[in-house]
């Protein structure tokens, strides 16, 4: 199936040199539509925003949604924090200023879904938390919710096979001193795309983030922080044979917010992997029934 190709590309946000970018899908026919907002994964360590999954770009024209797929910069060039703060300019820049850029009544950037898949879905959960007034609805998919859960505290192998490369062979992309950058290329050919096997072997994920103590990391441990700070409406998807990112890391996020009485469905396909969403002819209609009923 041919690739479904963004409509418009923008830039919402200068740091330095870098312009951070977003695509843009609209549906054929636009009226006030609401936005659905896609953070690409890779453990903020790699990854890029043409790797939203091919349901999200399709269901722009079944559902009237203008779905967006937005960069932001990579660790550990810049700390967790400082990504968190492009995603939230990322937001502003789509409530305040997007409605310029496409027409009058053409987008209504009141109605927000923010999702993502593995570090995208952490982001929208931080969205979630901490974004003011919060978004709509949020859709973490199979998301890292915890740096320091045991899934990343443990060395794992190397996920169906992928290289694992060397603290050597990774050295200039683990240079702090490195100039930021806001994508990677693919696997295999990107040395860049070797980072999250390398940090799943190496158990370091919240030191890559630049929050390696308690104190610092607290912030990002996202069911500790449901009490204080709420969710939005979710819908959580990840399969319980997740070798990229154990499903107790969604599980735990699940259970503080069904505790809260806060409104969850949870999705935990048996048997199923990392990009469970990805084929070409995968469809989810709980989720986008789930979605829509609160945009």
């Known amino acids: 199936m041919a690739s479904i190709q963004p ?11 870098i312009e951070i970018p977003m695509d843009i899908y609209l549906p054929k026919s636009t009226q006030n539509a609401p936005v659905l907002l896609w953070f690409h994964g890779g453990g903020l360590l790699q990854g890029r925003r043409d790797l939203i999954s091919p349901h999200m770009r399709r269901n722009v024209q079944t559902h009237g949604y203008i779905c967006i797929s937005a960069d932001y910069r990579l660790t550990p060039q810049v700390n967790v924090g400082e990504v968190f703060e492009d995603v939230k300019n ?130 990002y441990r996202v069911s500790r922080r449901i009490h204080d700070h709420g969710l939005p409406p979710a819908y959580v998807l990840h399969g319980d044979a997740d070798t990229a990112v154990g499903v107790e890391q969604s599980d735990e996020v699940v259970g503080a917010m069904l505790g809260l009485g806060l409104t969850v469905q949870y999705e935990r396909p048996h048997g199923e992997d990392h990009f469970l969403d990805d084929a070409d002819d995968y469809e989810n209609s709980e989720l986008y029934s789930f979605v829509m009923r609160y945009l």
Not at 116 to 142: C, E, H, M, Q, R
Not at 154 to 159: L, R, T
Not at 195 to 205: P, Q, S
């Open 90 to 219: 990322c937001i502003s820049f789509i409530r305040t200023q997007l409605p310029s850029h496409l027409g009058e009544n053409v987008v209504d950037s009141t109605r927000l879904a923010v999702s993502g898949s593995s570090a995208g879905g952490f982001l929208a959960l931080l969205a979630g938390l901490y974004v003011d007034p919060k978004p709509n609805v949020i859709i973490p998919i199979y998301p890292i919710t915890d740096p320091l859960g045991t899934f990343f505290t443990n060395s794992q192998p190397a996920p169906n096979g992928r290289y694992s490369a060397s603290k050597e062979e990774m050295s200039f992309h683990l240079d702090l001193n490195a100039d930021p950058i806001t994508s990677s290329g693919k696997v295999p050919d990107d040395p860049r795309s070797h980072m999250y096997v390398y940090m799943l072997k190496t158990a370091n994920l919240a030191e890559l983030w630049g929050v390696p103590d308690d104190k610092n990391v607290a912030p």
């Open 7 to 17: 409509d418009k590309t923008l830039f919402y946000k200068s740091s330095g040199s």
